[in-house]
């Protein structure tokens, strides 16, 4: 199910004087978070005044945070993002739309549900676990994974001998 809300990142610490955060991103990338006009923290949502990206971090200004002290608070809370400000083409998700998705083989045979997403450098891997507990991992490539739809909450791969 598609929430209005994504986690994208969370504060690990401020950075400088003036009230800057320093964001670890779990979205695609931090200019890509960059491109947010606003976040959400605990339900509050902060403009985005000024920001830039440092190693594999965003460093921002948020509206509301003038000194260090005001910053401090948001230490190791959660970055969300409301989906309306994505700009997600017709018909995208977020990898996270398909945690809890039915995973099914191409002939429709029941494999399991899709209970996490790992990220390797290769290609993401889909751990579906069956009714029994087992898990299953599926590379998230085309050879394997046919149709994904996050609306329907149905991942199509096709099923190989040891899968």
């Keep these: 199910m598609k929430e209005p809300f994504i986690p994208a990142g969370r504060i690990v610490n401020t950075?400088?004087?003036?009230?800057?955060?320093r964001i670890e991103v779990w979205l695609d990338?931090?200019?890509?978070?960059k491109t947010f006009p606003r976040i959400f923290v605990d339900g509050e949502e902060k403009k985005i005044l000024s920001a830039f990206v440092h190693?594999?971090?965003?460093?921002?200004?948020?509206?509301?945070?003038s000194d260090v002290n005001a910053a401090m608070p948001l230490k190791g809370k959660t970055v969300m993002v409301?989906?309306?400000?994505a700009g997600l083409p017709e018909g995208g998700y977020f990898l996270q739309d398909l945690i809890g998705a039915k995973v099914q083989s191409e002939d429709g045979k029941n494999i399991g549900i899709l209970t996490e997403i790992l990220e390797k450098p290769a290609s993401e891997?889909?751990?579906?676990?069956?009714?029994?507990?087992?898990?299953?991992?599926?590379?998230a490539v085309p050879a394997f994974?046919?149709?994904?739809?996050?609306?329907?909450g149905v991942v199509t791969v096709r099923v190989i001998e040891g899968m």
């Design 15 to 21: 950075h400088g004087v003036r009230g800057e955060v």
């Design 29 to 33: 990338s931090p200019a890509y978070l």
């Design 55 to 65: 190693k594999q971090f965003l460093m921002a200004q948020l509206e509301g945070i």
């Design 82 to 85: 409301a989906r309306v400000d």
């Design 125 to 139: 891997i889909y751990v579906v676990t069956d009714t029994e507990g087992y898990e299953h991992l599926i590379p």
């Design 145 to 152: 994974v046919l149709s994904s739809d996050a609306d329907a």
